[in-house]
């Protein structure tokens, strides 16, 4: 089923994944904006330059949502960026016209990973982020650990065990996708170990889009081959 194009909207709000923030988006928001585009790009609570931590995805979503403008918007979100996307779909389907979705899943996390999520939430408070900085080394290619690991140090501690909390909460997103009426890109890594091409299918499938598996990518496929993300954006969004 191919769905109506609903336009082209000028502004575009992304949306960064954990435990990182605005900046990884810098490549695309360049691009962006040079083909004529708005980019909102926000730090979430406790990343980057923001204050506090989140206390729950549909929070988070609604004090976004009082900050944008009226829209309509263009939706970029990736892994953690993706859930709190969805959770804006779910709260103001209205306010976005296209809606791009990577390295992320409409599942909510299994116990088990719940589990993980909460024991990590513990021991960052305990400790600090250093393993998250060693884990990041061991599961980014060089170039992207670069990158990622002074975004990883920005963060704070409560806004890390924040987010975790945040994630491990939410709810299966299945029925906001199957109410999506605007178009939908789903992008994702092919090598992407995290939430690979097989959950990005079933967004695709589930909100009637498209989708781009990125040849070389892992999980954040936006740094891992910036080139064609970039470009599978200014193609949908342009």
């Known amino acids: 089923?191919?769905?109506?194009?609903?336009?082209?909207?000028?502004?575009?709000?992304?949306?960064?994944?954990?435990?990182?923030?605005?900046?990884?988006?810098?490549?695309?928001?360049?691009?962006?904006?040079?083909?004529?585009?708005?980019?909102?790009?926000?730090?979430?609570?406790?990343?980057g330059a923001a204050p506090g931590?989140?206390?729950?995805?549909?929070?988070?979503?609604?004090d976004l949502l009082a900050t944008l403008p009226a829209g309509p918007l263009a939706l970029v979100g990736l892994s953690m960026g993706g859930y709190l996307g969805m959770q804006l779909l779910a709260q103001a389907p209205d306010r976005f016209a296209r809606v791009v979705l990577a390295d992320t899943t409409l599942r909510a996390d299994p116990p088990e990973k719940v589990q993980d999520r909460h024991a990590q939430a513990d021991r960052v408070l305990e400790e600090g982020p250093g393993f998250l900085v060693d884990a990041a080394r061991d599961e980014h290619p060089a170039a992207t650990f670069r990158r990622v690991?002074?975004?990883?140090?920005?963060?704070?501690?409560?806004?890390?065990?924040?987010?975790?909390?945040?994630?491990?909460?939410?709810?299966?997103?299945r029925s906001v996708l199957a109410g999506l009426r605007v178009?939908?890109?789903?992008?994702?890594?092919?090598?992407?170990?995290?939430?690979?091409?097989?959950r990005a299918q079933e967004i695709a499938d589930a909100g009637r889009g498209d989708l781009v598996v990125i040849p070389g990518a892992r999980h954040l496929s936006n740094l891992d081959q910036p080139a064609?993300?970039?470009?599978?954006?200014?193609?949908?969004?342009?």
């Not at 931590?53 to 609604?62: F, G, R």
């Not at 178009?183 to 097989?198: E, K």
Request: charged residues 20%.
């Open 1 to 47: 089923m191919t769905l109506p194009d609903s336009g082209r909207p000028r502004t575009v709000l992304m949306l960064h994944a954990y435990p990182l923030n605005a900046r990884m988006w810098d490549d695309q928001k360049a691009a962006l904006e040079a083909a004529g585009l708005t980019v909102l790009a926000p730090d979430l609570p406790g990343f």
């Open 53 to 62: 931590a989140m206390t729950s995805l549909e929070e988070t979503a609604a």
């Open 149 to 173: 690991q002074p975004m990883i140090e920005a963060a704070t501690p409560e806004g890390m065990a924040g987010a975790l909390r945040a994630m491990a909460a939410r709810g299966e997103s």
């Open 183 to 198: 178009p939908l890109l789903v992008l994702v890594g092919a090598d992407d170990p995290v939430t690979p091409p097989d």
């Open 228 to 238: 064609a993300f970039t470009q599978a954006l200014l193609d949908f969004l342009t």
